[in-house]
C-alpha cells in the first residue's frame, strides 16, 4: 500500500510539477509542526530537492521539547518532597523526556542521586508497573500532544474503572492548533501550513478548518512519505498560486473529516482546556490540558505542589526557540553540532528525537 508513497519515479515527477509550479514567486514558505514530518523532510532530502524559492520551516513539533522548564523540576521536587515524607514513588516518564535538561539538572540526574526513575514506552508500561507495585505510588510524567493524549485518557478510563489507587500522572498534554495561531499572531510568516497527520486523527480535518478561515492560511493534511510531503508542498503551491486559502487532506488513507470520536469524548470526559506554558514560546492562550476537578485525584499535583522558581528556558545563545517559531532552521545556531551534539545536548530541540536539531544531526550527511 505505502510504495506508491515511496516511489522514486512518482517523487520525480512531482518535484518537476513543483519547480514548474513555483517559478515566479520570490518566495514560498511553508510550516509543518510535527517531528515526523521533519524526519521525513530531511532523510529524504527534500529541501534539497525543492526550488531554491520554496523553503520548508519546522515549527513547535515536539512535545517533549516544549514541556516547560518549571514542570520538569517541580516533578524532581515532588519525587524529593515525597521520599522526605516516607512515600517511595516510581516516576516514569518517556526516554528523550528524561534527558531534557534544565537549570537543575534532567530526570536523568535524579536517577544519578538514586531515586526511582524508569524510562517507558507508552503509560501502558506505566499502568503495568503500577499493577506490578500496589504498594508504590506511580506517576507518570505525560507530556504530548492530540496524539499521545487519547491513549492517555484510554488509560486513566482504566485505572478509574479497576480503582487502581496507586497510579497517577503529572499533565504536561498540550494542544497544537493553539500553538500555530499563537505563531500567526507573534510575527511568524508562512504561505502555507502542513498539518500533522497523527494529530489529525485524532482531531480531524475539521480541527484545522478556522486556521484558514480566520487567518486565511492554505493547509494540507500531510501523511509520514516521501510522496505524502512532496504532494502536500505541491498542493499548498497550487493554492497560493490560484490565490485559494483552503484545507486539503492528502492523508485520506488515515485522516476523517470528523477525526476520531471515541477518542475525542475520552479526552473530553478527563480533560479541561487551560492557558498553558510552552518552554521557549511563552503562555500560550487554551493550549493546555488539564485533569478536570472531578479527576483531580489522578494528578500528583493535587498532593504535592512544591513552590518552583522561574527560570530559564534556554542555554544563551541556543536557537531552539527560534527553530520551534519556525523562524530558523538548526545549521544557523551557533552551538548546532559543535557544543551543541547529542551525546551533550544544550537545548531540547537536540534531546528528543523528534527534535529539529536532533533530526538535522541525524541526517547531517545527507545536506
Not at 499572531?185 to 478556522?210: A, E
Not at 470528523?258 to 479541561?272: C, P, R, S, T, Y
Not at 513552590?307 to 526557540?321: H, Q, R, S, T, Y
Request: neutral net charge.
Amino acid at each position: 500500500m505505502l510504495e506508491k508513497f515511496r516511489d522514486r519515479q512518482i517523487a520525480q515527477r512531482i518535484v518537476r510539477k513543483i519547480h514548474e509550479e513555483a517559478k515566479g514567486f520570490e518566495e514560498l514558505r511553508f510550516m509543518h509542526v510535527c517531528g515526523t514530518h521533519e524526519d521525513t523532510v530531511t532523510r529524504a532530502g527534500i529541501r534539497s530537492l525543492l526550488p531554491e524559492n520554496v523553503k520548508i520551516m519546522s515549527g513547535p513539533g515536539c512535545p517533549v521539547c516544549i514541556t516547560p522548564v518549571e514542570d520538569i523540576v517541580k516533578m524532581m521536587e515532588i519525587m524529593k518532597q515525597a521520599y522526605e515524607e516516607g512515600e517511595r514513588i516510581i516516576l516514569t516518564t518517556f526516554g528523550d523526556m528524561y534527558r531534557i535538561p534544565t537549570p537543575r539538572g534532567s530526570f536523568a540526574d535524579l536517577k544519578s542521586e538514586g531515586y526511582d526513575v524508569r524510562v517507558v514506552y507508552s503509560i501502558y508500561d506505566a499502568y503495568k508497573i503500577a499493577k506490578e507495585n500496589p504498594d508504590k505510588l506511580v506517576v507518570h510524567f505525560s507530556p504530548g500532544f492530540e496524539t499521545t493524549t487519547a491513549p492517555a485518557a484510554g488509560m486513566l478510563n482504566a485505572v478509574v474503572e479497576e480503582g487502581l489507587e496507586n497510579f497517577k500522572i503529572y499533565s504536561v498534554h498540550r494542544l497544537t492548533p493553539p500553538a500555530v495561531e499563537a505563531l500567526v499572531k507573534g510575527g511568524t510568516r508562512f504561505h502555507g501550513l502542513i498539518d500533522p497527520g497523527h494529530v489529525s486523527t485524532i482531531i480531524g480535518v475539521k480541527g484545522w478548518v478556522h486556521i484558514t478561515e480566520k487567518y486565511g492560511i492554505p493547509q494540507v493534511v500531510a501523511g509520514f512519505e516521501p510522496v505524502d510531503m512532496l504532494l502536500a508542498i505541491l498542493l499548498l503551491i497550487k493554492m497560493v498560486k490560484k490565490g485559494e486559502a483552503k484545507i486539503l487532506n492528502e492523508y485520506t488513507r488515515a485522516v476523517k473529516w470528523e477525526g476520531n470520536v471515541k477518542a475525542q469524548e475520552l479526552i473530553d470526559k478527563f480533560f479541561e482546556v487551560k492557558d498553558a506554558k510552552w518552554r521557549a514560546l511563552g503562555i500560550i492562550p487554551e493550549s493546555g490540558l488539564e485533569l478536570r476537578r472531578e479527576w483531580r485525584e489522578l494528578e500528583i499535583r493535587t498532593y504535592y505542589d512544591p513552590e518552583v522558581p522561574k527560570l530559564p528556558d534556554l542555554e544563551k545563545g541556543c536557537l531552539c526557540g527560534a527553530i520551534l517559531r519556525g523562524l530558523a532552521l538548526p545549521p544557523q545556531c551557533p552551538h548546532f553540532g559543535k557544543t551543541c551534539t547529542p551525546r551533550h545536548p544544550i537545548g531540547p530541540c537536540m534531546v528528543s528525537y523528534e527534535g529539529t536539531c536532533s533530526i538535522f544531526y541525524k541526517y547531517g550527511a545527507l545536506f
